[in-house]
């Protein structure tokens, strides 16, 4: 992997479009349009990608990834192992407080005592705008 190699004006946005994260199906849509033409085929994409894939000398996606930041984000490449470790417990406590907060969203309702009820709706008419429960 090489931080050095230009890539093309169109290699640069689906690489950019890549490494934050969209799926080469959402790229089309993503890109600039030129005026008067239609967004660029997946095809097109998966072509772009390949060219990209051989001038980085990559195979992933991650690879990528991490290809554009280093380059676009001044990160060094190689970081000592008490900087990464540094790293990683910031960006850990910056996630586990949300992590720990949403654990509630997980927790499965007590189903033992379901109570089945069965609901009639009268009809809507069309003057008006809701319903009622009988």
């Known amino acids: 992997m090489s931080d050095t190699i230009k890539l093309t004006k169109r290699e640069e946005q689906v690489a950019e479009l890549l490494a934050w994260g969209a ?23 998966e072509n772009i990608v390949r060219g990209i894939y051989e001038k980085l000398r990559i195979q992933k996606v991650n690879e990528l990834s991490a290809w554009y930041f280093v380059s676009h984000f001044s990160i060094p490449a190689s970081l000592n192992p008490l900087k990464k470790k540094l790293i990683s417990l910031t960006l850990l406590i910056i996630i586990l407080p949300s992590e720990f907060s949403s654990f509630t969203d997980f927790i499965r309702p007590n189903t033992r005592n379901k109570v089945c009820r069965n609901y009639t709706f009268r009809t809507i008419k069309k003057d008006e705008s809701t319903f009622d429960l009988i």
């Open 23 to 45: 799926s080469k199906k959402e790229i089309p849509d993503l890109l600039p349009l030129k005026p008067g033409r239609k967004p660029i085929a997946i095809r097109t994409v």
